[in-house]
């Protein structure tokens, strides 16, 4: 046996521990044939504690995971999963989360390399809990949940200003308010700030996808240019959807330059004339705005709606990735050398 892979001592007590790991993931892939990802994630969690705990109780290093992960894969060749670095992640999987029943509630709702992205990257256990919940809420991949992290989702939900409040009656107000956005990232658009709102537009339809992704979970698109025959004049709204939780219609106008007060008289006669001409008063309610700007004025905004009466909310919205988040994003190389690895190791659950 080469000598970095020694048998910690004493020989019995690694031994017995050894034979009962066995045992464990023996037991616990069978069950993963019912629950194959919550199953893994706690099989994981399992095994990080009892390297937490027989490291303390015996006294071995480092070494000992590497001593593991060579054992564990001799005995299941065909499983993947049980390199030294994916057990070290266990241990660390462990460490951050001690209470079994808050595995088991929350990250085992979510597949085991989004948990190893959560746990790289957010190092605050109630923003950790957080994401966990946003990812589950919204199913998102490891892709859209890594770009949610860096793009400081936490900091933007919720935070548009609004009349909903004093426009829409409770729980929905607060629902409203809760799920609206700014800024809204709309990096993976790769277009130059010099764009125009048509071809802004026309862009999140092509990536209608990742738009819905942004905008959160409940949007359904109604369409684009959405037309409205009113006494024979035709207007044009630039996105309409219907929110599933809010029962209602959202009207979205892209505003490619500063917020200006014109704005929410124009959103406010959309939103009227949606409640007459498209909704059903007797299933729908009320209809709400959001207007997207390049930038705003906070005391412009607060001004503007001050005497609106229909529900709206002003967000803006960018198109590429702020200077900071672009320094701290890896090397196409690195992240290359890092899905290398994840493959190698068994991302059973990766998507």
Do not use: G, M, Q
């Given at each position: 046996m080469p000598k970095s892979l020694e048998t910690p001592s004493p020989i019995g007590n690694y031994s017995q521990w050894l034979t009962e790991l066995k045992a464990l993931i023996r037991s616990s892939r069978v069950k993963a044939s019912l629950a194959v990802n919550r199953e893994l994630v706690l099989l994981y969690w399992r095994i990080g504690s009892e390297i937490i705990a027989r490291q303390a109780q015996q006294g071995w290093g480092a070494k000992v995971i590497e001593q593991l992960a060579h054992d564990l894969r001799s005995e299941f060749p065909d499983m993947k999963g049980l390199s030294p670095r994916n057990l070290k992640y266990m241990r660390s999987f462990a460490e951050s989360w001690p209470d079994e029943a808050i595995v088991q509630q929350l990250a085992a709702q979510i597949p085991w390399f989004h948990n190893c992205v959560i746990l790289d990257k957010i190092k605050d256990p109630t923003l950790r809990q957080w994401y966990i919940q946003q990812t589950t809420a919204h199913g998102w991949s490891r892709a859209a949940l890594e770009y949610q992290i860096e793009t400081q989702l936490h900091t933007r939900l919720g935070q548009a200003q609004n009349n909903f409040a004093r426009t829409l009656p409770a729980p929905q107000s607060e629902l409203a308010?809760?799920?609206?956005?700014?800024?809204?990232?709309?990096?993976?658009?790769?277009?130059?700030?010099a764009v125009n709102e048509r071809s802004i537009e026309k862009a999140l339809i092509t990536h209608l996808r990742d738009f819905l992704i942004e905008l959160g979970v409940g949007f359904a698109f109604v369409g684009s240019q959405y037309k409205l025959d009113i006494e024979g004049d035709e207007f044009y709204i630039d996105l309409l959807f219907y929110h599933t939780k809010l029962h209602c219609y959202?009207?979205?106008?892209?505003?490619?330059?500063?917020?200006?007060f014109e704005y929410t008289g124009q959103l406010n006669g959309y939103l009227a004339a949606?409640?007459?001409?498209?909704?059903?008063?007797?299933?729908?309610?009320p209809t709400i705005g959001i207007i997207l700007c390049k930038s705003k004025k906070k005391t412009m905004v607060e001004y503007a709606l001050r005497g609106v009466d229909t529900p709206m909310g002003v967000s803006t919205f960018r198109t590429t990735l702020p200077h900071a988040v672009l320094g701290s994003l890896p090397s196409i190389e690195t992240l290359a050398e890092k899905l290398t690895l994840w493959d190698s190791e068994g991302d059973e659950l990766a998507q």
């Open positions: 308010r809760d799920l609206v956005k700014d800024p809204y990232a709309f990096d993976f658009l790769s277009l130059t700030d959202v009207v979205i106008e892209l505003k490619n330059t500063e917020f200006k949606v409640d007459d001409l498209v909704r059903d008063a007797a299933v729908d309610l």
